[in-house]
């Protein structure tokens, strides 16, 4: 490991685009930061391309997530961690705050703002230990940015409880939404699995319809980097029963909107969710 | 530039080894085995999964070597015994196995991610990072790195591939070309049509897991036909094959490098041109001498 010119940026590589945010808000002018996988791109499907094997090359620090969402590639970076300064943001959150399906770790922790917020402590921690001349303006960046994620934090709780108790159903395509439903007192349905590749069965569907006639669900809703033609045969099939419902609009889930849109950063990717889902559903 | 090194170094084995298993397969009508293969393997990671109760990569190869062997072995099964057309056959079993697997899936490890597409597919850009390091007792900073797994792996399956070809090269070409013949000459063609099957089976598993699905699957087909095109015997047509392969192996990553586009997709997307190429030339050619030969 070289040490690095003391007035050279950072150059950091992220697999997210979430992650990539977080990053650029606690490294501030002091890092570049690239996120390997675009906008509305599914993790799960991410192809690279022959620059992104330059530009880990090139990288200072890469960080991902963790809890198995890059898939195979994690088995890689945990192998060049060994010779590079490679890291898992969700490395240091507890295991009794992880959400786990059968002893495996849900990895859509940005869900969750407090939670995401424990990330960006390791991020703040990994800056300062590779970058220490910049210490002072990391902790600084920091603290005013966890203000801005304590305050959302506390307007997604106060959101989410305008919806009422009884209505208070999150359904989407797949189970990306498990801890925004702990965080905030949502019940959350998926109609796949949490991997995207599986399908569902024929009681999955019909279990979901009883679910929406029963508690008068409103809405239900698609996500960015998926298909909306799972929730929108499930629509239909509510609807040919007599029951109303409609799609309450695009949650975007395992990735940010484009950049210099609203959605287009992690705030804004959360507001953008909770303001289609509480308009939908209150 | 090590690490192009080392892709192109990996590439060019996979493209080697499928185009050699590529062209009996393309001869036999079993063109679409790859890709039966790479839907089937799905049952195969799903019950080493529900065996083991681990996602560790050996024992996922493990399952869908075995898999890949049952798919070729048993289209090829039914396609002999049950005197269905080869298409149909490969058609019938990995759709059969691909079903299987989903319907353990969503039964048994829906809320877990197992796919392929994460588990056993792998990404050629990434070859370089994911290396096999010897000795240093379990530590593996002490260890002395020896290049990425991927190349080592493929490395091994292309010579077995190679040396099983070069040894039984007139068998094969018997088989392949007069069965009948071949029947007579009491040579057991059953066993070798399995004996194919299993270096189909070992070589896409392993291709799989160093450059992914579409590359292997593209690179199984796409230089074989290119050659059939060309070539006028079976030796002519693994040499065309393999000439074809490594070329659409070198301009499709200097694409991907100008372009900074996929490596797999830009490589398959080569084999896909150099095949049009190849048509081409040769309907002018067949134009020109039937234009010869009217004047004449």
Known sequence: MTSLPVHAQLNIVTTTGMIADLTKNIGGKHVKVTALMGTGVDPHLYKATQGDLRRLVKADIILYNGLNLEGKLQAIFEKMAHKKPVFAISAHIPKAELMYHDNTPDPHIWFDVALWQKAGVRILEILKTQDPTHQADYERN????????????????????????????????????????????????????????????????????????????????????????????????????????????????????????????????????????????? | MINDIWILATASLVAAACALVGVFLILRRQALMGDAISHSVLLGIVLAYLITDSRALPVMLGGAVLIGLLTAWLSDSLHRIGKLQNDASIGIVFTLFFAIGVILVSLYTGQIDLDQECILYGEIAFIPFDTLTIGGGGNIADGFEIGPRAFWSIAIVFMIVLISILITFHRLQTVAFHPNLALSLGINTVFWHYFLMTLVSMTTVASFDAVGAILVVALLVIPASSAYLVAKSLKGMLWSAIAYSQTSVAIGYTLAYQLDSAISASISVSAGLLLLLTILILEIQKKRTHNLQKAS
């Open chain 1, 142 to 282: 920091a603290s005013a940015y966890f203000t801005q994620l304590q305050q959302l934090d506390q307007w997604v709780t106060t959101e989410v409880q305008r919806i009422p108790e009884s209505r208070r159903i999150l359904i989407t395509a797949h189970d990306a939404f498990g801890y925004f439903g702990q965080a905030y007192q949502i019940k959350v349905l998926g109609l796949q699995g949490m991997s995207t590749a599986s399908e569902f069965g024929l009681q999955d569907i019909k279990q979901l319809k009883d679910t929406i006639v029963q508690h008068r669900v409103q809405a239900v809703f698609v996500e960015s980097s998926l298909s909306p033609r799972f929730i929108e045969a499930v629509v239909k099939g509510v609807e040919a029963e007599g029951t109303p419902l409609k799609i309450g609009g695009e949650l975007y889930s395992d990735a940010m909107g484009l950049t210099d849109t609203p959605a287009g950063t992690y705030i804004g990717m959360v507001k953008h969710n909770v303001n289609t889902i509480v308009s939908a559903l209150k």
